[in-house]
């Protein structure tokens, strides 16, 4: 069921969510008495938070009342971001990360900020995004997320809007806070201690928080949509009925000289592969996909995790201090140590073996099946023989600020440095060094009548050392920035005095991001994450923003931002919005401005590397006189990818229509509509393509009779060579500006309270709807925009976040919700369609991926001695992931923890 109409949401809640509640617009009687507060998105203080950009406000006491126990479980659970976004799963080189992606983009085009200023990037993630993991909970006074384009006011990455973490400043006294959580289904246990400290005197302000945060991982094995099942009326006996098995267990593959079968190492009928070579083996299976084919699978989720096991444990110090009555100094100092460990089921590997493999019987009775000896002969094993894969993530930040801020009678300055790196290093065991073990092979002796050596179908053959390899990378990304301005008045306009901030800045970067030479060279087998390359640059800034008050209750706002960059060049990104107050409780607003993303150093400087792998040889068949686009010729041949000097920064244009509404001091309502369009996207192409364009170049100059361009005319820094006999020797796939993705979307937020003789009630509701999300694909050189895929599978149209709060005397009870919509899949149920009657496939049903309310539940008892004492429940019904057609399902939207008790102690001196 879909949870579309509006209304459906309002009779659950009557209001706008918790973490998305809308200031009041009222007015202050004495505007000059209030302090005057800079808001994110823009420079120039206002009094008002409310403004022609939409903002929304999560409060410490927000997080902590939606039942979530980090920052980044909180964000990543906000209809705002509503595609999902990658929350730290194993098996994956960014097992350490979690990102934000707002309005269903890429993580790279959601700016992430502490306290107004860049957080230090993750060269984990290429330089290109915040890891939310590292943010500390206790230290987080609130978080601003804008959901509009602000490049005009902070440059580079602000194209879906900005997430700024607000830092606790002023606090006095000492809190201790502690908190576990217990899911009821096995693995991802946690649990977390912090201590915040606060000093305060006339002269400043000192706040001091250390917070320890551990989880342990889930495996694959301790949720049954993650082991392998079989699918609804499924063969047990074909593989391709099988969710969650390799194939890539224990499976000869012949040669051409043995016919190309794939069979199970054994014939022996009254053994099963689990028999012989342990549990974790399944079959021996048929494959129903290549008759005649046998094979002993393998259960990966015996060993593989989920979810990855963490420690974290952060540590803040902020200080403020009036150095005179106009001049305040700001001193910041933050660390993060995280510790990750991956685990990954054993490597998969295929073994060449050209001399084939004799038939014989084991003096334990294990008939072994003949490999016949060919050039293509060898064998698909599992190397459980070797252990797991351990990657041991560690990643470390600093963090450092100084800042000054100043008053004069004219204008108000603020000057600030701030210096930041963020170190991964990451040891890797477990890995195999590829075609070493083909060199560990045994063969027959003659003389004893048996085999001497490994033999990999024996599983009492043991397997020598030498095989085994170490995947290990070291990443390291500093930023230093330095930036200043100053607000003044200008002139007077009907509806008040104008005002202009300018501003400077000066930006240095660096990446340094290694793997170890095997690894880079393609020579380590089971490992992921390559090098993200070499760079520094350094980025000029200067930017403006104009109010104008045209009118008493029309604000007209300017802003404008230029970047030089010492690679590739200077852009500049201007931005327009307008305020209307039509009513004193109503706010019209717009806005509309361009924004832009940087490539990454790791997008231009990346080093090459090289992956092999099958290659449609277009070429070939249009040089045979075949058809281009029906070409089945394959060859196995190298693609060498990398950075690309020659990037361009992708694009966007952006716009906003909406209002805010405060219908009664109690009741108030926001709605915005928006429209973001990003261009030259940056890609990394298929090798199928580059040679799919190539082919069509040369047909296409050759009908002309003039000379054949080369494929890298279309696609900057592309190439490729081919062989005397036609087939390809190499591709080179260079990063390159290409692509576009078309969005727009409806963002409405409600938000009530109500006082009565019981207690305080506040209900509230936020809604994101797509209307739209359309990207493009590219064939033989041109560019084609895809249908739009809003409300299809791993893109929901609706995500909602409910809420409802009772407080009375020492007692709170909260409620969370958080729903996502049902999908469309891009599959078609088998048996949906009519053959006799002359239906295809194309006339089948679509397969619909179930919607999703998840429901958290918060009790919190205060406690006479300044201290408190909360339970609760995340995941309250226990809901499993919607599942895909196949029975996978989409981690970066769901979640596996499952219904999760928690508890937490707080104690205030």
């Not at 320890?212 to 094995?221: A, D, G, L, P, R």
């Not at 002796?445 to 020598?464: E, L």
């Amino acid at each position: 069921m879909k949870l579309h109409p509006l209304a459906k949401m309002t009779a659950l809640a009557g209001g706008s969510i918790m973490l998305t509640a809308v200031p009041s617009m009222a007015q202050a009687e004495q505007q000059d008495k209030v302090e005057r507060i800079e808001v994110t998105g823009s420079h120039i203080k206002r009094i008002d938070m409310e403004g022609a950009s939409p903002i929304t406000t999560i409060t410490a006491a927000d997080l902590e009342k939606s039942g979530f126990a980090t920052v980044g479980d909180a964000l990543r659970s906000s209809n705002l971001n509503a595609f999902g976004s990658w929350g730290g799963g194993s098996n994956n080189s960014w097992g350490s990360q979690a990102t934000v992606q707002l309005k269903g983009g890429s993580a790279f085009h959601t700016l992430t900020l502490l306290d107004g200023k860049r957080m230090a990037k993750s060269p984990v993630l290429d330089g290109g995004a915040a890891n939310i993991n590292t943010i500390p909970m206790a230290a987080v006074e609130r978080i601003e997320i804008l959901t509009d384009g602000a490049s005009a006011i902070y440059g580079t990455d602000a194209i879906a809007g900005v997430v700024n973490i607000i830092l606790k400043k002023d606090y006095e006294g000492i809190q201790l806070d502690a908190r576990m959580d217990r899911p009821t289904a096995e693995g991802g246990d946690s649990s977390n201690l912090s201590f915040t400290g606060g000093l305060d005197s006339d002269k400043g302000h000192l706040v001091l928080t250390l917070e320890h945060y551990e989880s342990q991982k889930i495996k694959q094995s301790d949720r049954w949509y993650t082991r392998p099942f079989l699918l609804e009326g499924g063969d047990a006996n074909d593989y391709q009925d099988w969710v969650n098995i390799s194939p890539t267990g224990r499976v000869l593959t012949q040669g051409d000289a043995g016919g190309w079968v794939y069979s199970a190492p054994f014939s022996n009928a009254d053994k099963s592969c689990a028999d012989v070579y342990g549990e974790q083996f399944l079959g021996v299976l048929n494959d129903s996909d290549y008759p005649g084919d046998t094979l002993c699978a393998y259960d990966y989720s015996r060993a593989a995790a989920i979810s990855v096991g963490q420690k974290r444990n952060n540590t803040l110090i902020h200080y403020t201090y009036e150095l005179s009555d106009d001049i305040e100094l700001t001193a910041r100092a933050f660390w993060a140590a995280n510790e990750t460990m991956d685990v990954s089921a054993p490597v998969p590997a295929a073994i060449s073996i050209p001399n084939g493999l004799p038939a014989y019987t084991t003096a334990e009775g294990l008939d072994l099946v003949e490999l016949v000896a060919d050039p293509d002969a060898g064998m698909n094993f599992r190397f459980d023989t070797a252990g797991n894969r351990v990657a041991e993530h560690h990643d470390n930040i600093f963090d450092y600020l100084l800042a000054l801020n100043g008053t004069t009678d004219y204008l108000s300055w603020d000057f600030s440095v701030n210096y930041n790196q963020y170190g991964n290093f990451t040891w890797g065991t477990g890995y195999q060094l590829k075609g070493a073990t083909t060199d560990l092979i045994g063969s027959w002796d003659s003389d004893s009548n048996s085999f001497v050596g490994w033999d990999p179908r024996d599983p009492h053959s043991p397997m020598p050392q030498g095989a085994t390899a170490n995947y290990d990378k070291r990443m390291n990304a500093t930023y230093l920035d330095v930036s200043g301005g100053a607000s003044f008045d200008l002139f007077e306009l009907p509806g008040g005095i104008s005002g202009m901030y300018l501003g400077a800045a000066y930006r240095e970067e660096s990446l340094d991001s290694k793997v170890t030479a095997l690894a880079e060279a393609g020579q380590i087998i089971g490992g992921n994450g390559g090098s993200g390359g070499e760079g520094e640059r350094d980025v000029k800034a200067v930017y403006f923003e104009l109010v104008l008050p045209l009118l008493d209750k029309l604000e007209l706002n300017l802003a404008g931002r230029y970047d030089d960059y010492s690679d590739f060049g200077g852009t500049f990104n201007p931005q327009v919005s307008v305020k209307y107050n039509v009513l004193d409780p109503l706010l019209l607003r717009a806005s509309w401005g361009n924004g832009f993303r940087a490539p990454t150093l790791s997008d231009l400087y990346q080093g090459t590397s090289e992956g092999f792998g099958y290659i449609t040889n277009y070429l070939n068949c249009y040089a045979e006189g075949e058809d281009i686009d029906t070409c089945g010729r394959r060859d196995y041949a190298p693609t060498r990818t990398g950075g690309n000097e020659a990037l361009q920064p992708e694009e966007s244009e952006s716009y906003n229509f909406g209002l805010v509404w405060d219908i009664t001091d109690q009741i108030n309502i926001s709605v915005d509509y928006w429209s973001l369009e990003t261009s030259n996207l940056i890609e990394t192409l298929d090798p199928d393509e580059i040679v799919k364009t190539q082919a069509k170049l040369w047909q296409a100059a050759d009908a002309l009779g003039v000379a054949r361009p080369e494929v890298g005319s279309v696609y900057a820094g592309a190439s490729l060579e081919q062989r005397g006999n036609g087939r390809i020797d190499n591709v080179v796939s260079r990063k390159v500006n290409v692509g576009l993705s078309e969005r727009e979307g409806m963002d409405v937020s409600m938000h009530a309270s109500w006082d009565t003789q019981v207690g305080e009630l506040k209900a509230g509701l936020s809604w994101s709807h797509y209307f739209k999300y359309k990207s493009t694909h590219v064939n033989s050189g041109v560019r084609i925009l895809g249908d739009n895929i809003a409300g299809r599978e791993g893109s929901p149209d609706d995500r909602a976040n409910v809420s409802l709060d009772y407080l009375v005397g020492n007692h709170s009870l909260s409620y969370f919700g958080n729903y996502i919509s049902a999908q469309t899949s891009w599959d078609r149920i088998e048996g949906s369609w009519d053959p006799d009657a002359g239906q295809t496939e194309d006339e089948g049903r679509l397969f619909e991926i179930d919607s999703v309310f998840y429901h958290n539940l918060t009790y919190t008892y205060s406690l006479p001695w300044n201290d408190s004492l909360s339970i609760g429940v995340t995941n309250l019904t226990d809901e499993e992931p919607s599942f895909k057609y196949d029975g996978t399902f989409d981690s970066d939207l769901y979640d596996i923890r499952g219904r999760t008790y928690w508890a937490s102690f707080r104690q205030a001196f």
